[in-house]
């Protein structure tokens, strides 16, 4: 079990740019896969990015060309570079973690379910 700690939250104008990062502790010595999610108010939580521990990623249709997902795994950080925001983007974003990476299959990638650990989450609020 690993401890997820996002910061990098806060609020934009549209167009604007924010990067989260999220540090990552305990049993650090285990490969994990990871990703982003996010949750806006009376919405259900939705993947944004996933990165693989070698690097390969994945995103969201919603966010793909704007979004960039990367991680320092020396430091046990991973990021989330959000360029080119939207109103639409405002949301609580949480970083997740999960072992067993081999058996996760493409289309679970940004399924929450798929995932172990969560942290307490960073608010994102873009405004026009």
């Known amino acids: 079990q690993v401890q997820l700690v996002e910061s990098g939250g806060g609020s934009v104008q549209s167009g604007g740019s924010l990067r989260l990062s999220c540090v990552v502790s305990?049993?650090?010595?285990?490969?994990?896969?990871m990703a982003w999610f996010r949750q806006g108010t009376g919405k259900e939580r939705e993947g944004v990015a996933y990165?693989?521990?070698?690097?390969?990623?994945v995103y969201a249709d919603s966010v793909y060309g704007r979004f960039t997902i990367s991680q320092d795994n020396a430091k046990n950080i991973l990021y989330l570079q959000m360029n080119s925001l939207k109103r639409e983007d405002t949301a609580v974003y949480y970083c997740?973690?999960?072992?067993?990476?081999?058996?996760?299959?493409?289309?679970?990638?940004?399924?929450?379910?798929?995932?172990?650990?969560w942290g307490q989450g960073t608010q994102v609020t873009v405004s026009s």
């Open positions: 305990g049993n650090t010595a285990t490969q994990r896969c």
């Open positions: 990165i693989s521990h070698y690097g390969g990623a």
């Open positions: 997740a973690a999960r072992l067993a990476c081999t058996s996760l299959s493409y289309g679970d990638t940004l399924s929450a379910a798929s995932y172990n650990d």
